[in-house]
């Protein structure tokens, strides 16, 4: 079923837990991700970037994702990650995503805080939440060093103040695809943070950071935890051991062990963000 994440990640909040937040941008990757939320009895955040959505099709993608949600025996919320400007914010609240993530981190605060209260006002309008980001989470290509830029605690308070937010996603210490080294989260600045915000927090960069810390981060109100490397890691090294027997030719069979795989991560993250059992 269809619920927003505005319900489920205030629960999560008063229960603190987290509920994951899967990018998919195909149909083997959905079916894992809803079976694994539905033999968990979790609740789920499906969502695609902007070029998860192109590559899936658009309307014909985000309707055969609604389509998952409606059908599932579990709590589905859909959102927009990343959504780069207010055009693309737009497309997706108008095609009925529940919703969506504006990230303006790159630009200077005043910047940011007029293009993100362009899209609150925008989809509040139409019943939809929306999540910012204030301190940039880079996205490294692997093995390179990148400076991080943590979110600034007075910044971030007076963001979403100005902007009228929902969730707010943070940079701790996080990084977007594989860490470098151990990922060292600022559990500290997570603290400083919370005491002057009280929306729910997403952590961006979930994939490679251990189960321990995530509990810690989710413990100091994290509310939504995104994975998407992890997934597609999954995805691509299960299919290159599929595609080894030759025998093997129907497109279905290569890829049900993929879709196993990618089950089997998201039921091994809802067990880490706590939220079995919790719809
Ligand atoms: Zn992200």
Same mark, same amino acid.
């Given at each position: 079923?269809?619920? +927003?994440? !505005?319900?489920?990640?205030?629960?999560? =909040? #008063?229960?603190?837990?987290? *509920?994951?937040?899967?990018?998919? $941008?195909?149909?083997?990757?959905?079916?894992?991700? @809803?079976? %694994?939320?539905?033999?968990?009895? $979790?609740?789920?955040?499906?969502?695609?970037?902007?070029?998860?959505?192109?590559?899936?099709?658009?309307?014909?993608?985000?309707?055969?994702?609604?389509?998952? %949600?409606?059908?599932?025996?579990?709590?589905?919320?859909?959102?927009?990650?990343?959504?780069?400007?207010?055009?693309?914010?737009?497309?997706?609240? /108008?095609?009925?995503?529940?919703?969506?993530?504006?990230?303006?981190?790159?630009?200077?605060?005043?910047?940011?805080?007029?293009?993100?209260?362009?899209?609150?006002?925008?989809?509040?309008?139409?019943?939809?939440? *929306?999540?910012?980001?204030? &301190?940039?989470?880079?996205?490294?290509?692997?093995?390179?060093?990148? #400076?991080?830029?943590?979110?600034?605690?007075?910044?971030? #308070?007076?963001?979403?103040?100005?902007?009228? @937010?929902?969730?707010?996603? *943070?940079?701790?210490?996080?990084?977007?695809?594989?860490?470098? &080294?151990?990922?060292?989260?600022?559990?500290?600045?997570? =603290?400083?943070?919370?005491?002057?915000?009280?929306?729910?927090?997403?952590?961006?960069?979930?994939?490679?950071?251990?189960?321990? /810390?995530?509990?810690? %981060?989710?413990?100091?109100?994290?509310?939504?935890?995104?994975?998407?490397?992890?997934?597609? #890691?999954?995805?691509?090294?299960?299919?290159?051991? +599929?595609?080894?027997?030759?025998?093997?030719?129907?497109?279905?069979?290569?890829?049900?062990?993929?879709?196993?795989?990618?089950?089997?991560?998201? !039921?091994?993250?809802?067990?880490?963000?706590? +939220?079995?059992? !919790?719809?």
């Amino acid at each position: 079923m269809i619920v +927003s994440s !505005k319900i489920l990640l205030k629960k999560a =909040q #008063e229960r603190k837990y987290a *509920v994951g937040a899967f990018n998919t $941008s195909d149909l083997e990757i959905t079916k894992g991700i @809803v079976l %694994a939320g539905e033999e968990m009895k $979790s609740p789920i955040i499906l969502q695609t970037s902007e070029g998860e959505i192109k590559h899936g099709g658009m309307e014909v993608f985000f309707d055969t994702l609604k389509s998952f %949600a409606e059908e599932a025996s579990v709590p589905i919320n859909i959102n927009l990650d990343h959504g780069k400007s207010f055009e693309m914010c737009k497309w997706a609240i /108008d095609t009925g995503y529940n919703s969506v993530m504006i990230d303006g981190s790159k630009l200077e605060l005043a910047k940011n805080i007029e293009l993100t209260k362009s899209v609150v006002d925008y989809a509040h309008s139409k019943d939809v939440v *929306v999540e910012g980001e204030i &301190g940039l989470v880079p996205t490294p290509k692997k093995g390179e060093d990148v #400076e991080i830029l943590k979110t600034n605690p007075k910044e971030a #308070e007076r963001f979403v103040k100005e902007t009228g @937010v929902d969730f707010l996603a *943070v940079g701790i210490g996080n990084v977007h695809g594989t860490y470098k &080294g151990e990922p060292k989260l600022d559990f500290g600045l997570l =603290q400083e943070i919370k005491r002057v915000v009280s929306i729910p927090l997403v952590l961006h960069g979930g994939s490679g950071i251990s189960g321990e /810390d995530i509990k810690k %981060a989710v413990s100091l109100g994290i509310c939504k935890i995104n994975v998407n490397t992890e997934l597609r #890691e999954a995805f691509t090294k299960t299919l290159r051991e +599929s595609l080894k027997d030759e025998d093997v030719v129907k497109p279905y069979d290569v890829m049900e062990p993929v879709e196993e795989a990618i089950e089997k991560v998201v !039921k091994n993250k809802i067990a880490i963000f706590g +939220s079995a059992n !919790k719809i």
